[in-house]
Structure formats: structure tokens, C-alpha cells
């Protein structure tokens, strides 16, 4: 059985995926400590809930998506109460697997996931490390679970805070980006609508591009690129604003900012 304590945004997302992807209703227990929640969850995703947290006794897995600083009190309030072979996979961005380990009886199985909010669309990207007590075989399970909303990558929990700062952040840039050329769009006189539709479409026909071709973004970019045309006027004026040099220097800060947050 699969224990999924928290179910706020990420949480639901996951528990979203997994049903989607096949999961038995009836093999998925939510632990959700807020009043009136219970119902709500159930009547939406059929799933067992209840409150208290010593019903992870039953679960082979226990997936924790709680906000980092409620992480702390969570841990202390489950030890006692997982199977002995119980595989912990936490989302709680910034807490080391060390700091998870150390909260729990020696020997327990923990990995750690970075994941990022087009999970919501199963187009999610999860990067996961595993704990010292944690095995191929239970890798791998934590692997499938993230699976269920998107794609993963396995790395060194050394670049977790690279992770973060690229593809748990990196959405946001992605928006920002967009609301820039839907201004774009209606100060040279479209629509809000118009504008919105043709920016979004194409942001999703170039990702699609990107990873259906497999080509590397400059062959991409130099397709689009003609001589003395519109494209080039534009990148020229993009790189005279130094919009390369300052995207790279965003994602260095919001890596020094996860490291500052979890400690290192």
C-alpha cells in the first residue's frame, strides 16, 4: 500500500498521476490532518482518508508532500510507526536525505525528489537522490511513482540545488517569458486573447520540437533564423540587452538561494 501524507497542491497532483496511470484507488491511503478534507478527497479521487498518522503502519511506501517546515515535527510523529522495510520519498523541497534519515530509525529506506508543477499535466520533470539506507529496487519504485506525472532523472544529491533552480523554477521563467510576448503582442495591437493563444501555442509547438527532434536548440533556432530578417532583428536586440547573460545569472541566484535554504 501507498501512504500519501499532505495532500495540498503537489500532493493532489501526484495522487492525480498515479490514478491516472492505473493505480488501485483502493492501494492508496491519504493522511490529511485538515477538517473537512476527507470527503473532498475521497469523493474526487476515491481514495481512502483519514487523520491520523500512525496509519502509515500499513504502507510500503509513504510519500511525504508536506511544505519543508512542517517536514520536521511530520518526521518525529511517523518514526515509530513505518513498516521496517518501508520506503520514505519525500517532496519537501530542500530537506537532505541525511536530515530525513536522522528523524528516522537507522537503516530506513529514504529518497528525496525535486519535482516541478507540470506534474499537474503528466508533463511534470522530477530529479530524485537516494538516502544511504536506499536500494536499486526501491529507487526504481520511487522512480515509477514520479513517473505516473512526467519524467525523471536520477543524480547525485550534490546537485539538487542545480535541479531546483532549473527545472523546479524554471517554469516560472518560462511564464514570465510568455507574459512578456503577449505584452509584446497587444502593444503592437492585438488582442489580449489573440495574443495569449499565439504565444502559448507557440511555446508548446517549440518544446515539442525540441524534444520530438532531438536536435540541439541553436540548429532549432538558426532553422527560424533568416539573413537579415525578422528573427535575427529580434535576437539581436535580445542579445544587446544581455537577456542570455541575465537568464544565466537568474538560475545561478536561485541556486545559491536553494542552497541557502537548505542549509549547505
Known sequence: MLALVGAGVMGQTLLGGLLRAGRDPGDVLVVDRRAGRGRELHERFGVRVVDDVTAVRAASTVLLAVKPQDLP?????????????????SLAAGVTTAAIEARLHPGTAVVRVMPNTPSLVDEGM??????????????AEAEDLLRSCGRTVVLAEKHLDAVTALSGSGPAYVFYV???M????????????????????????????????GQHPTVLREQVTSPAGTTAAALRQLDDSGVRAA???????????SEQLSGG
Open 73 to 89: 515535527a511530520l518526521l518525529d510523529s511517523i518514526a515509530a510507526h513505518l513498516a521496517p522495510d518501508a520506503l520514505v520519498v
Open 126 to 139: 522530477a530529479a530524485l537522490t537516494a538516502g544511504s539506507a536506499c536500494g536499486d529496487e526501491q529507487l
Open 178 to 180: 510568455v507574459e512578456a
Open 182 to 213: 503577449v505584452e509584446a503582442g497587444v502593444l503592437l495591437g492585438l488582442p489580449r486573447a489573440t495574443a495569449t493563444e499565439l504565444v502559448v501555442q507557440t511555446v508548446v509547438g517549440a518544446g515539442a520540437m525540441l524534444r520530438e527532434t
Open 247 to 257: 537568464l544565466v545569472s537568474a538560475v545561478e541566484a536561485a541556486a545559491v538561494r
